[in-house]
């Protein structure tokens, strides 16, 4: 043996050694027993034993610690329960287990503890899933929070600049975004915060004071874009053809107001919130036309004639951001790192090849996200770690077969190796370590936000084995599974452009494109496709299919799939990487840097950015993608005087010249005599006369200050 140990194997010994002795132990006595892994002064010593319990703890390992009496009366003596530390046998049966690989695989986390569950679920990584969700689960304040949700405690955090203490009633993810809904003891009251706002680490400190109260609906609690437009006035809106089934799916079909023969709609909407409903107006630019009441018309026709003239267009000087405002690091991916890091993927690695006994090198470092260079040296050190006196029975079970069971006494250390790296491992008897641990809050979290996602999916068997699996998971989590909620909005055609992709079938379609003039398309595209990917972003669906037109893969919504049949021709599957990353559409040629002000940054945050920072004075700088100067000069448009051009001045007259096409479609209005008239809403008439063409009678609107939606969490 050495003289001293490695950090990684220390930790291990450590462990090995207060999960196997049956009474708890004094750091004399572990200094006895490990001698070459605590060497040196007493003080010495203590140190570095506290840093290993530390971050043994960190990693979830109980740690229990009690002071004894009798002739050690006032020394401390560690221990692990092990009832605490390993994880039950969840008895998963076959199909269970290919259900929640196909679950995981189709739902991504987005980060580690997803993985590391599905391991020590005895699981493995599944590739080449044609449905793919993204629930983005990887901010550094979830951990807190997840725990906080899921065992009743308490968190602090900073947001909008001022410390809060929340007492977590739950977590929704909707649009791609996570919220935070609890009671906020600053403000005395119950409020919602959006995760990815919270300023740096989320921290818990203690039980919860207030609990969740009885029959509490998350997805009530947390307002929707509709809601958020306000309450009280009532709007007529008159869409196209190619927008009206989003509007209608968005408001609902009880807010139409009235049909037009070319698919065109007209739809009461809320805007009680003049500047929310205006933003959410403009999405459409000219596409979409206020026909009253005659107050907000003018409101809407004033700000574009402010923005059209030039008078509202703010210019900032292109100089260095303030404050670094990027994005927060990802949590590390699978495979081996730092000490605390290696142990913890070899806790995991462990009981996941006793559960196999024998796995090729190669296939086990492929799922581990390891070369099998490095998971032989790590193996190698683990099979030195057990318990004294380190005899056969005492020691982590497991060692390499080199490749071909070839003899290598004769090969020098680079044959040596490359054998073992072609070899395989066998680990058959699960004495030390060979349990996994207890799954994290985190990691709870993550399956129940997962296994909840993929069982409100079209098609999911509500009885099947992914539901036995949620009834299984459910139960380790208590009753924290109500506080965890996932909003899923599946778009009509969803589940038959999975099955196509899952199938190979070609499908016609006919697909409408918001935009057809400005895309070089048709009002009615019909074309054939064959789907190879569905995913989910931001709330919106997609398929990427071989497109028969243009001889292309390309990438297509699927609500804006009109209609769909099945052709019965079939071609061989081909599963590709979905996008939905952060890196989707980041391929554009172009690109904008922008500043917005500090209650507008909600409007380019969704979007894929180069290089996003804060200013000293809250407002966001950020680079964008820019994948067409329409979808630039919508942007512009719908923020007004709050968002700005840096550069570059090809795009200096974008927003005046959006803001002017839009006003040409009130001046020339397609508002029709004909239109029937407005149904009643909350005991008000809205307007239904033609109002283009007259001047505002001396309202000057567009000059407020644009907040286009109330901050969460205040």
Known sequence: MPAAKSNTERLLNLLALLTHRSRPLTLREIRRELSDCYPGSDQAARAKFERDKSVLRSLGVPIQTVVLGGDHAGESAYSVDRREYELADLRLGADEQDALQLALATVRIGARAGTEALWKLGGERLLGTTTSVDLTIGDDALDALSDGVLRQQAVRFRYHGEQRSVDPFGLLCRG?????????????????????????????????????????????????????????????????????????REMGSRAVLARHRDGAAEFSVPCGNLDAFRTWLLAMVHRAEVVGPADVRAHVVAWLEELASGRGRRTVAPSPPSRNAAPKAARRPPGPAGSGDRVATLLVLIPWLVRRKHVRVRDAAAEFGASPEQLVRDLQLVGLCGVPPYTPDLLVDVWIEPEDGTDLD????????????????????????????????????????????????????????????????????????????????????????????????????????????????????????????????????????????????????????????????????????????????????????????????????????????????????????????????????????????????????????????????YAGSRTRATRPAAKKTAGKKTAGKKTAGKKTAGKKTAGKKTVAKPRTGR
């Open 176 to 248: 791609g975004r996570w919220y935070l809904v609890g009671h906020d003891h600053l403000r005395g009251d119950q409020r919602v915060f959006r995760v990815d706002r919270i300023e740096g680490r989320a921290d818990v400190t203690g039980p919860s004071r207030v609990p969740r109260p009885a029959g509490l609906d998350l997805a009530r609690a947390v307002k929707t874009d509709k809601e958020l437009l306000g309450e009280g006035t009532i709007a007529r809106v008159f869409v196209d053809a190619e927008l009206a089934p989003t509007v209608e």
């Open 410 to 665: 004769d090969a020098d250390e680079a044959e040596f190796q490359r054998r073992l790296a072609n070899g395989t491992i066998h680990a058959e008897v699960p004495t030390i370590l060979g349990r996994p641990a207890r799954l994290t809050a985190a990691e709870l979290f993550g399956l129940v936000a997962m296994l909840k996602t993929a069982l409100a999916l079209p098609g999911a068997d509500a009885g099947g084995p992914l539901a036995r699996v949620y009834d299984k998971i459910a139960r380790l989590a208590g009753g924290g599974t109500s506080g965890v909620e996932v909003d899923v909005v599946a778009p009509p055609h969803l589940a038959a452009v999975r099955a196509a992709a899952e199938s190979g079938e070609r499908l016609r379609i006919d697909y409408r494109k918001p935009f057809p003039s400005l895309q070089g398309a048709r009002r009615a595209d019909a074309r054939t496709i064959v789907p190879r990917a569905v995913f989910e972003r931001a709330g919106n669906w997609y398929v990427t299919a071989d497109d028969d037109r243009s001889g292309e893969r390309r990438d297509f919504r699927v609500d804006r799939i009109a209609t769909l049949a099945g052709t019965g021709e079939f071609v061989q599957v081909e599963p590709v990487v979905p996008h939905g990353g952060s890196e989707w559409f980041l391929d554009a040629e172009s690109e904008a840097t922008v500043v917005v002000a500090p209650g507008l940054r909600w409007l380019v945050e969704p979007y894929p950015y180069r290089d996003r920072s804060v200013l000293a004075d809250g407002s966001m700088r950020v680079t964008l993608a820019v994948s067409s100067d329409h979808w630039l000069g919508r942007l512009l448009v719908r923020g007004g005087r709050s968002i700005a051009l840096v550069s570059p001045s090809k795009y200096a007259g974008l927003q005046a010249a959006t803001a002017r096409e839009v006003l040409a479609r």
